[in-house]
């Protein structure tokens, strides 16, 4: 095939562009012409070399390239993206033989072994300012021409015919990675390790050699006299005949004057295996290449194997993409005058989506929307600002009721609250109706039996008399109080435990052990156990007081300590765990790379620093509520007789469930049965908010007469 660049060989005689003094690197060329050749022919000769460099390639040029008219914000996603434009087709047919990614991945083999990458640029014939083609050039066949002035002044091809071609700037455009004794040439990892790279080609051609005479070593025949030259080539030939080869392995030698002696090495003292590995990792250094990468498993498993495909995608494609990007934005896209103007070339990131990221990001944001909007915030501003797209609430129809006068005195109560709360907003609770997907439940509302005659199923008025502020500011003082010491006692000694554990399993190489980091709960324990204890003594005394308010004199009771014991210990240890799993995830994600053991136990510390305290004060809260809830429940079981309604005044955010329970009548306080298996320990049972339930039961004592209107 005729060569492209024969047709800007210039046949008119031209001065010499090289100035007096300029000079490069050994040979005519640049790089010189064999040392050049030899580097481009080691990826044939060396079996690692060729993995590491066509892994590097082939990852470089199959990314998915755009083209974007660049925005005056300078941000990415104002840019709008160009489908039609000369450069884009060019890029993605750079000539009739070649495809793009083709054209990549030659460029970039070349930039693996010599540092450097030539492109030819074809023009249109009459048209100059038309690039027309793109060609990949071997390195070893350009030769820059130094300019004192200008830095450049233009290259030198010679072809494989012997001829000598003058390139213009314009007709020839580079790559290369930065050399810091020649400005003019690139430098890659080959150059540095050629040494390796030979030893281990030449371990395997001793291993073939070592086959082919024998399978033994070689040696010496001690003659008693000197043989003349006939003698010498009969000799030889025989010996040949008879004993070189693998099949004539072993043979047993007759000498006539003649003694052999045997060389006093073995192909044992040649550690060729040891060489070849030596080799193989000296050269995978030189690249900063992980061996899942080449496919070498011997002491992977899938925590490092993720996070070698990631360090390869960050640290290896990603810069390689960087200067070919700079290649088209630089010096491609000029070549088009003012139809490159405001252009820009940009590829798809191949860097894998880290999805353990993305979910922990997205509790995260969800924990923080949620505290924010329970502290008063307006709920569209802290989606906003958390960076959480505006998500409208779905409105659900009520189930339609039968018509009964009980029914119409409870729609009618109300519409009076409705509109009550409408005229006075602060004084009301806010009602979230967000809530609105149906769980699957043992126990609902709709389990309850019929109260007794003259005691209302519904009587929200009553329960919302019952002044519930001292419970609930007790709550949010020891909650506040725990919470502070939680995390500069509990998870300041948790992350002490967990960084020497990272550092124990670093430094035995099992890396797999890091699912099972664990953390000495006792003093989590013991904290909680005082704080539930002080709760629960405080919550008795308000039901004491409630009743005193409804004229009722009612003893206050705690619940057992095992019984706060146990609520404790469950608390303190799952949240040790997730400190724990944490740790683990975030050290195994780390653990593959070059970081030292100290740098990755700073990385877990930094991490677990962040980790949300609105996650702590959820699970600490819920413990306090069931603390408060069990010692209500134990106190209305020993007053007097009388009934039992739920309470949600004190959720902030009242889902649909507990919107419905509300005000409804449990039971009675000589039969807890019902009540206990709708707030077995903590909140309502069903509240979509779980462990942050504040919902609660209060005792309802009416005088005969009010009883029985």
């Not at 083999?109 to 023009?123: A, C, K, P, R």
């Not at 009602?431 to 039996?449: A, F, K, M």
């Not at 079981?637 to 329970?661: F, Q, R, W």
């Amino acid at each position: 095939m005729r060569s492209p660049l024969r047709t800007v060989m210039n046949r008119v005689e031209t001065i010499s562009m090289a100035p007096p003094g300029s000079g490069g690197r050994s040979g005519w060329l640049g790089l010189g012409r064999s040392n050049g050749e030899g580097l481009l022919r080691r990826m044939g000769t060396s079996g690692i070399v060729y993995s590491i460099v066509s892994r590097c390639a082939s990852s470089t040029s199959k990314a998915t390239w755009h083209l974007y008219r660049s925005a005056e914000s300078g941000k990415k996603e104002d840019r709008v993206e160009v489908t039609r434009h000369a450069a884009l087709d060019l890029w993605n047919k750079p000539n009739r033989f070649m495809t793009r990614q083709e054209l990549v991945e030659a460029g970039q083999q070349h930039i693996e072994l010599t540092g450097e990458s030539s492109v030819f640029v074809g023009y249109h014939p009459r048209f100059r300012s038309l690039p027309l083609e793109l060609w990949p050039v071997q390195p070893h066949r350009v030769a820059p021409v130094p300019d004192p002035e200008t830095f450049l002044a233009g290259y030198l091809y010679q072809s494989p015919s012997g001829e000598t071609v003058p390139l213009e700037l314009d007709q020839l455009l580079q790559i290369r990675t930065p050399n810091p004794w020649d400005p003019y040439h690139g430098l890659g990892p080959l150059q540095t390790v050629l040494t390796d790279a030979d030893a281990g080609r030449y371990s395997a051609e001793w291993n073939l050699n070592f086959f082919l005479n024998g399978a033994e070593p070689g040696g010496i025949i001690e003659l008693a006299k000197r043989m003349g030259p006939a003698e010498f080539r009969e000799f030889r030939e025989r010996w040949a005949e008879g004993h070189k080869g693998v099949a004539n392995a072993h043979r047993v030698a007759m000498l006539t004057e003649g003694k052999w002696v045997d060389r006093k090495y073995t192909n044992r003292d040649m550690q060729l295996v040891e060489v070849r590995r030596v080799s193989r990792d000296t050269v995978m250094e030189a690249w900063g290449i992980h061996k899942i990468s080449l496919g070498i498993s011997d002491d992977v498993n899938k925590a490092n194997a993720i996070a070698g495909k990631l360090l390869f995608a960050e640290d290896l494609t990603v810069p390689r993409l960087e200067r070919w990007k700079g290649f088209l934005n630089n010096d491609l896209l000029p070549l088009y005058g003012e139809l490159g103007t405001g252009l820009e070339f940009d590829y798809d990131s191949p860097v894998p989506a880290d999805r353990e990221a993305d979910n922990e990001e997205r509790t995260s944001k969800s924990e923080a929307v949620k505290t924010y909007i329970d502290a008063g915030f307006e709920p569209s501003a802290v989606l906003a600002a958390v960076g959480v797209p505006d998500m409208p609430v779905r409105a659900v129809a009520p189930a339609p009721a039968a018509a009964a006068p009980a029914d119409v005195v409870a729609a009618v109560r109300r519409v009076v609250r409705a509109e009550l709360v409408a005229a006075n907003p602060g004084s009301a609770r806010t009602t979230y109706t967000g809530c609105s997907h149906q769980l699957v439940r043992n126990v609902d509302e709709t389990d309850i039996p019929a109260p007794p005659d003259g005691v209302p199923a519904e009587d929200p008025d009553a329960v919302e008399s019952v002044d519930l502020t001292p419970m609930e500011e007790a709550f949010a003082a020891a909650l506040a109080a725990l919470v502070a010491a939680w995390v500069a006692d509990i998870v300041a000694g948790w992350i002490e435990q967990l960084l020497a554990a990272v550092r124990d399993v670093l430094a035995a190489g099992d890396v797999s052990e890091l699912a099972y980091l664990s953390v000495d709960t006792a003093d989590a324990v013991e904290k909680l156990l005082a704080a539930m204890t002080e709760l629960a003594a405080s919550a008795a005394d308000d039901v004491v007081a409630e009743a005193e308010a409804q004229e009722t004199t009612v003893d206050p009771v705690t619940p057992a300590e095992e019984v706060l014991l146990a609520i404790a210990v469950t608390v303190a240890a799952l949240e040790g765990q997730r400190y724990a799993l944490a740790a683990g995830r975030e050290a195994a994600r780390m653990a593959s790379g070059t970081l030292t053991d100290d740098e990755i136990a700073d990385y877990v510390s930094i991490f677990l620093g962040t980790l949300a305290v609105s996650a702590i004060a959820s699970a600490l809260g819920g413990a306090l509520t069931a603390a408060q809830n069990l010692a209500r429940l134990a106190t209305l079981a020993g007053a007097p007789v009388t009934d039992v309604y739920a309470s949600e005044v004190l959720d902030k955010s009242t889902c649909t469930a507990c919107h419905a329970i509300h005000g409804k009548w449990l039971g009675r306080t000589d039969d807890l049965q019902l009540v206990r298996k709708l707030y077995p320990a903590g909140g309502y049972v069903n509240c979509a908010g779980k462990a942050r339930c504040r919902g609660t039961v209060v005792g309802i004592w009416r005088s005969t007469k009010e009883g029985a209107a």
